[in-house]
């Protein structure tokens, strides 16, 4: 497996984008994150932006029809090593997304729900990047302030403690259907801990096996 077409799964919070941004530092692979795109429409108005703004504040899951076709779109730029974080969500995007690519890894991440619940109170963004922050796991240098542009962070709208709730309540009762999915297919593999640093121990070997370093 030299290129990989890839999954990032795990609950909100349980540290895909963390890990997805340790694996594009030292993989040649493209980071795809459903959320970082809502979110960049959000603060940029566009129509689809307002279309999904009601139910990324909410914590409920944007309709599957246009997350599929958001995904397909964006998927037309990319040939190389990808992979895909917080797509697909449901069984009926996961089926959508094999009608059209053949995925080759599913990396599962496991995080304990009361550790993610209070990782989620103090985590900050800079949206126009999507980098993340965390305080006390990855300050930034400048408290308030992103590392590289100096811009303001903020918090995001659904990391408010009701919305973290239903978000992994969400998660909770979709999840099953999408792991069994992709364990029958044999690319499933499932790294569990209680930090991301746990995690990456464990993972970063894993990958150096099938994928050349940068
Ligand atoms: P997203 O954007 O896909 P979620 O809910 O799946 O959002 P989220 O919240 O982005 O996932 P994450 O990426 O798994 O979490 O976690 P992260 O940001 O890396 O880490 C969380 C925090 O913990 C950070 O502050 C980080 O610094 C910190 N951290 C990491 N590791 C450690 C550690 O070891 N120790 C400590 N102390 N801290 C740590 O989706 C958002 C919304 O968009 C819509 C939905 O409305 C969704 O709710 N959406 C979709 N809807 C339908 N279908 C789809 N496919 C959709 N995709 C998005
Ligand atoms: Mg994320």
Not at 4 to 25: E, F, M, Q, V, Y
Not at 166 to 172: A, F, H, I, P
Request: hydrophobic share 35%; glycine share 6%.
């Amino acid at each position: 497996m030299n290129r990989i077409k890839g999954i990032i799964l795990g609950a909100p919070g349980s540290g895909k984008g963390t890990i997805s941004d340790r694996i594009i530092h030292n993989f040649n692979i493209k980071h795809i994150s459903s959320g970082d795109i809502l979110r960049s429409n959000i603060s940029n108005k566009t129509e689809l932006g307002k279309t999904v703004s009601c139910y990324v504040a909410a914590g409920k899951l944007v309709p599957d029809e246009i997350m599929n076709r958001l995904i397909q779109n964006e998927m037309k730029n990319h040939i190389e090593s990808w992979l895909l974080d917080g797509y697909p969500r449901t069984i009926t995007q996961a089926v959508k997304l094999v009608e059209n690519v053949e995925i080759n890894l599913v990396i599962n991440l496991i995080v304990p729900f009361n550790i993610i619940i209070d990782r989620l109170k103090n985590r900050w963004i800079h949206e126009p990047s999507g980098r993340i922050y965390n305080i006390g796991f990855n300050n930034p240098k400048v408290p308030g302030l992103d590392d590289i542009t100096q811009e303001k962070l903020v918090q995001r709208e659904d990391d408010k403690p009701s919305v973290v709730q239903e978000r992994l309540k969400t998660y909770s009762s979709t999840v099953k259907p999408i792991i069994e999915f992709f364990k029958s297919k044999d690319i499933l593999e499932t790294f569990e801990g209680k930090s991301s640093d746990e995690i990456w121990g464990k993972l970063y070997p894993f990958l150096c096996k099938y994928i050349e370093k940068k």
